[in-house]
C-alpha cells in the first residue's frame, strides 16, 4: 500500500530534482558560455598583444637588416671606393658617359676590342699594352710610380683598359679578404658583376658570407642599371639550411665613364708632350661594375627572439584556459553544493511539511482506528481537522452513528432471539435432565416425551417465525399481487380461529356487509389478519369477544380486529410492533409468538402499502385498524417501498420455504391444550 | 430446604419442580414478579432461584428491592442472558450465583447445595455429628460406618438437623423449610418424620443424637452437649 506522505515527498522531490537540474544546466550553459567568451576574449587579447609585439619585432628585425644593410653597402663603397680610387658615392657621377655599348656576343680573341681600339683617333693601344694599366693607377696611394702605365693617347678620351680578368680576382679577394674574414659581419653576399664591353664579356663573383651554404639567388634585373641605385629592397627569400630569411639588397654601378688623373710617362715615341708629366685624363674604362649587396637574416632569429613570447603568450592563453576551466569547475561544484544542499533541506522540510500536512489526516485516522464495536464515537471534532476533511468527518460521524444503531439494534436482536431460543431448550434439556434421573414408569416417560414434543413444537414455530422475519429483511420475499374476494379471505380467517377461540371460551363475530375484491397478496393479507386474531385470542379474556370488521369505501379497504382483551397501556403502545416485544408475556397459553406477530404484521403491510393503527383501553380491549389503498392498485415494487425494518437483520437469509403459506397451519393448532 | 422457583416458562416450572421435589426440596413457584415479592417476603426459603425475564416485575429489579429491604436469602439467578455482562450486573445487584441457560440439572442442584451450605457456614460438603455422617452431595447417611438409607423427606429433616447442629429447631421451622405451600400442615406431621428418623438413626447406636426440646422442638446432639444420662 503507498504512503500519502512517501508518494507525496516522492513528486516534490521528483520535482524539485526536475527544476533543480534544469536551473543548474541552464546556469551551467550560460556560465560556460560567459566563460567561453571571456576566455576567448582574453586570448584574442593575449594574442593581439603578441602579434604586436611580434610584429614590432619584425620590423625592427627588419630594421635591424636594413640597418646591417647600410652599413655594409657603405663598407662595401668604401672599400670599391678605395679600390678604384675615386670618390665614388655612385649617386653623382661626374659626369655622364654615353651609355656603355651593348654587349654582344664575345667575339674572338677580342677581335672587336681590337677593332675599337684601332679606331681610336691617337693611338691604337694594343691589348696586351693594357694589361699595363693596373688597378694601381685606381689607387692614388698607389699609384707614385708603381706599374701604372696606361697607354692613353694623350688628349683623346678613350677607353681605360684595365687588365680586366686581374682585377676581377683583386676585387674579390679583397673583398673576400676585407669582409669574410669579419668575424661581426654575418649573411651577406656581395655580387661583383663585371662588364668588360670591349670583350663582350660579363663576370659574376660574388663574395659570400661562410655561414652562407650558397650563392644567394640574384635576379636578373638585379644587375641592370635603374633608376632607384642604392635604394635598398627588401624581400623573403628561402635559404637552404637557414630556412625563410629577410633578404635586403642594394645594387649600384661602378665604373661608369669617369676622369682620372694619369701620369703619362714619356711615350715610346719621339714625340715631346709639354707640360706636368700626367694630365686629367677622361676615361672610359673598359670593365662596368655592378655591385648587389645582399644582407640576409634568417627568420629563425626572429623566432628565437619571439619564441621567449611566443612561450608567453601560450603560457597565458594556457593558464586563462586553466583558470576559465577552474572557475567553471568551481562554479559547478558549487552549483551541485547548492543543489544538493537544498536538495537535502527539502527533503527534511519536505518531510516535515508533507507530515504537517498531513497530522489532520493521521489526526482522522487515529480518531478512527480508535472506533471499535464497544465504541462508535469519534474521538476528534472537526475544528481539530482541516475543512477539506470536515465532509469526511460528517460522513463519517453519521455512518458511525447509523452503524451504532445498526449494530444496537443487530446487538439486541441476536440478544432477543438466543434468549427467546435458550428458554425453551432449557426447558426441553431439564424435562428430558429430570425424566432420566431415575427409572420411571412408561406413563411417566410418555408424558415427559409429551412435554418435550410440545415444548419442541414451540421451538419449531419460533424459529419459523424468526426466519419469516429473516427473510422479509433479506428482501427474498415478494409480493403476488391479485385480486382478492375480501369476504371469503375473512370468512376463512375467522374460520380458522374459531377452534382456538372456543378453547378459550372467546366469540368470533364476522362483519363483512358488502362483498368486495381488492387487489392485493392474498397470503399477506391472511397472515396479517391472522396475527391480529391470533393476538386477539391470546390477550383476551376469558369469555371475551373478538369482532373483525371488514369494509372499503372511495380510497381504501379496512379491517378491524377488535378484543375484548387485557388492552394497551399507552406508554408499550409505541413498542408492540417492536420484535420480541410483549404487552404481557406471563400469557404462555399458547406460548409461540414471543413478541413477533405484530413484527410480521407490520413487515407484510409495509409490503402492501398498507398502514395499522390502533385503539385501546387498558382492561376493556384493543381495535387495530388495517388501511390498504385502492388506488394504488399496482404498488411498486417491494424493495422500493420497504422501509429499513426495526430490527437488523438478524439471521443470515436462508430462503424460507413458503413464506406466504396459510397462517392457519401456524395457528389454528390449539396448542395451549 | 424450601426453594422459591421463580421462571415464567411453564414446561420448565413443571421440568424444574418435578426435579427439585425428588431431589428433597421443597418447591414453590411464582410466575410473575409480583407473586415472587410476596413470596419471598413472607416465607424464609433457603434458595431462590430467580429468572429476569419476568412479566410484571423483571428479576433485576426484584433482587434489588430484595436486597435493599434485608433480605438476605441465598438467590440465584437462572436466566437466557448469558454474557459476561449480563452475569455481572446480576451478581452486582446481589446474586449469589448465576446459572445460564440451557443449563445441566445437575449444575443446578450442586451449585443449590452450595448455596445452602454457605448458609449454614459449612464449607464441608459432609455433615459429621459423632459417627453420623451426611454427604450433602451423594446424599448418603451413614452412622458407624453403616449406610442408613432414608427417603427424600426423611433425609431433608436431617440435614436440616444437621445444619442447625446443636441449636434447637422448632417444629415451624422444620415445617417452614422441608413443606412447600402446597402441603397440608397436619400438626404431628413432623414429630411422625423425626419418629421415622429416630428409628433408623439411633435405634442400635449410641449415643442417641436426634434429642427432644420438650415444648420446644428438636435438636441434633453437638459436641458440647452433655452425653445422655443413663437409666
Given at each position: 500500500m503507498r504512503s500519502i506522505r512517501r508518494s507525496l515527498l516522492g513528486y516534490l522531490l521528483l520535482l524539485l530534482a526536475v527544476a533543480l537540474g534544469a536551473v543548474g544546466v541552464l546556469v551551467d550553459r550560460f556560465a560556460k558560455a560567459a566563460f567561453a567568451q571571456r576566455e576567448e576574449a582574453e586570448k584574442q587579447r593575449i594574442a593581439e598583444r603578441y602579434r604586436s609585439l611580434a610584429a614590432t619585432a619584425k620590423s625592427k628585425f627588419h630594421e635591424e637588416v636594413a640597418a646591417r644593410l647600410k652599413t655594409l653597402a657603405k663598407d662595401v663603397q668604401w672599400k670599391i671606393s678605395a679600390l678604384i680610387g675615386i670618390q665614388w658615392d655612385?649617386?653623382?657621377?661626374?659626369f655622364r658617359l654615353p651609355e656603355a655599348p651593348p654587349i654582344r656576343a664575345p667575339d674572338e680573341a677580342g677581335v672587336n676590342y681590337r677593332l675599337r681600339s684601332q679606331l681610336l683617333p691617337h693611338a691604337t693601344v694594343p691589348f696586351p699594352a693594357a694589361?699595363?694599366?693596373?688597378l694601381a693607377a685606381l689607387e692614388p696611394r698607389r699609384t707614385q710610380g708603381q706599374g701604372f702605365n696606361p697607354y692613353v693617347y694623350p688628349g683623346a678620351p678613350g677607353w681605360v683598359a684595365y687588365d680586366a680578368p686581374r682585377m676581377i680576382g683583386r676585387f674579390q679577394e679583397s673583398l673576400r679578404k676585407t669582409f669574410e674574414d669579419d668575424e661581426g659581419l654575418r649573411y651577406f653576399q656581395i655580387s661583383l658583376h663585371f662588364t668588360i664591353p670591349m670583350l663582350a664579356e660579363r663576370t659574376l663573383v660574388h663574395v659570400t658570407s661562410?655561414?652562407?651554404?650558397q650563392v644567394l639567388p640574384l635576379e636578373a634585373d638585379w644587375l641592370e642599371p635603374t633608376a632607384a641605385e642604392w635604394e635598398p629592397r627588401f624581400d623573403d627569400v628561402d635559404v637552404p639550411g637557414q630556412g625563410l630569411c629577410r633578404r635586403g639588397i642594394v645594387a649600384n654601378h661602378v665604373g661608369r665613364g669617369f676622369l682620372f688623373w694619369i701620369w703619362l710617362p714619356p711615350p715610346p715615341l719621339p714625340m715631346t708632350v709639354p707640360g706636368p708629366p700626367y694630365r686629367l685624363v677622361f676615361g672610359r674604362p673598359d670593365v662596368i661594375l655592378r655591385v648587389a649587396i645582399q644582407m640576409v637574416r634568417p627568420y629563425s632569429e626572429l623566432e628565437e627572439r619571439l619564441a621567449a613570447d611566443q612561450q608567453a603568450r601560450d603560457e597565458q592563453i594556457l593558464h586563462v584556459q586553466e583558470e576559465t576551466r577552474r572557475e567553471l569547475d568551481q562554479l559547478r561544484s558549487r552549483l551541485i553544493l547548492i543543489g544538493s544542499v537544498t536538495f537535502v533541506s527539502l527533503v527534511l522540510g519536505g518531510w516535515f511539511i508533507v507530515a504537517r500536512g498531513l497530522s489532520p489526516l493521521r489526526l482522522l485516522s487515529d480518531a478512527v482506528s480508535q472506533v471499535s464495536e464497544k465504541d462508535f464515537r469519534l474521538p476528534v471534532v472537526p475544528a481539530q481537522l482541516s475543512r477539506e476533511l470536515a465532509p469526511i468527518h460528517a460522513r463519517l460521524t453519521q455512518t458511525l452513528t447509523l452503524l451504532q444503531r445498526a449494530f444496537a439494534r443487530e446487538k439486541q436482536a441476536v440478544a432477543d432471539i438466543s434468549h427467546e431460543l435458550r428458554t425453551p431448550i432449557a426447558s426441553l434439556m431439564a424435562t428430558i435432565d429430570v425424566a432420566l434421573r431415575k427409572p420411571r414408569t412408561p406413563e411417566q416417560y410418555r408424558a415427559a416425551l409429551e412435554e418435550c414434543r410440545l415444548i419442541s413444537k414451540q421451538l419449531g414455530q419460533l424459529v419459523e417465525r424468526i426466519m419469516t422475519l429473516a427473510s422479509l429483511d433479506a428482501g427474498k420475499d415478494h409480493t403476488q399481487w391479485t385480486q382478492v374476494e375480501v369476504s371469503e379471505l375473512v370468512n376463512g380467517c375467522a374460520a380458522v380461529i374459531r377452534p382456538l377461540a372456543a378453547a378459550n371460551e372467546i366469540a368470533v363475530t364476522v362483519h363483512c356487509e358488502r362483498p368486495f375484491t381488492l387487489e392485493t397478496d392474498a397470503g399477506k393479507l391472511r397472515e396479517v389478519l391472522m396475527n391480529l386474531l391470533h393476538n386477539a385470542v391470546e390477550y383476551n379474556k376469558p369469555a371475551g369477544r373478538i369482532e373483525l370488521h371488514a369494509w372499503r369505501d372511495a380510497t381504501a379497504a379496512y379491517f378491524e380486529v377488535r378484543d375484548t382483551g387485557i388492552g394497551i397501556p399507552p406508554e408499550s403502545r409505541d413498542k408492540i410492533f417492536e420484535r420480541f416485544f410483549r404487552a404481557d408475556s406471563s400469557r404462555h397459553s399458547t406460548g409461540v409468538h414471543a413478541g413477533l406477530g405484530l413484527s410480521i404484521v407490520k413487515e407484510y403491510l409495509a409490503r402492501l402499502n398498507g398502514s395499522i393503527t390502533l385503539d385501546s383501553e387498558v382492561g376493556v380491549g384493543t381495535t387495530f385498524r388495517v388501511t390498504l389503498p385502492l388506488t394504488l392498485t399496482q404498488g411498486p415494487s417491494v424493495g422500493s417501498l420497504r422501509p429499513p425494518g426495526p430490527s437488523g437483520r438478524v439471521l443470515r437469509p436462508e430462503p424460507v420455504g413458503t413464506p406466504t403459506r396459510e397462517p392457519a397451519t401456524d395457528t389454528a393448532l390449539p396448542s395451549g391444550s | 430446604m424450601r426453594v422459591l422457583l421463580v421462571e415464567d416458562t411453564q414446561p420448565l416450572v413443571k421440568a424444574l419442580r418435578q426435579g427439585l421435589e425428588e431431589e428433597g426440596f421443597a418447591v414453590d413457584v411464582a410466575t410473575d414478579g409480583e407473586e415472587a415479592d410476596v413470596k419471598c417476603r413472607s416465607t424464609s426459603y433457603d434458595v431462590v432461584i430467580l429468572d429476569i425475564m419476568l412479566p410484571k416485575i423483571d428479576g433485576l429489579t426484584l433482587l434489588k428491592r430484595w436486597r435493599a429491604a434485608g433480605i438476605n436469602t441465598h438467590i440465584l439467578m437462572l436466566t437466557a442472558k448469558t454474557t459476561t455482562g449480563d452475569k455481572v450486573t446480576g451478581l452486582d445487584a446481589g446474586a449469589d450465583d448465576y446459572l445460564a441457560k440451557p443449563f445441566e440439572m445437575d449444575e443446578l442442584f450442586a451449585r443449590i447445595r452450595a448455596l445452602v451450605r454457605r448458609g449454614h457456614q459449612q464449607k464441608d460438603p459432609v455433615l459429621r455429628c459423632y459417627d453420623l455422617e451426611i454427604?450433602?452431595?451423594?446424599r448418603t447417611v451413614r452412622r458407624a460406618g453403616q449406610v442408613i438409607h432414608l427417603t427424600p423427606r426423611e433425609y431433608a429433616l436431617l440435614e436440616f438437623l444437621a445444619f442447625h447442629r446443636g441449636k434447637v429447631v422448632t417444629r415451624s421451622m422444620i415445617w417452614e423449610h422441608l413443606y412447600d405451600e402446597y402441603d397440608e400442615n397436619t400438626s404431628n406431621v413432623v414429630d411422625v418424620y423425626i419418629r421415622y428418623l429416630r428409628n433408623k438413626i439411633d435405634k442400635g447406636f449410641d449415643p442417641p443424637l436426634i434429642l427432644t426440646r420438650w415444648g420446644e422442638g428438636y435438636m441434633l446432639r453437638g459436641e458440647d452437649d452433655p452425653p445422655p444420662a443413663r437409666k
Open positions: 655612385g649617386r653623382r657621377p661626374l694589361t699595363a694599366l693596373t661562410s655561414d652562407l651554404p | 454427604d450433602t452431595a451423594a
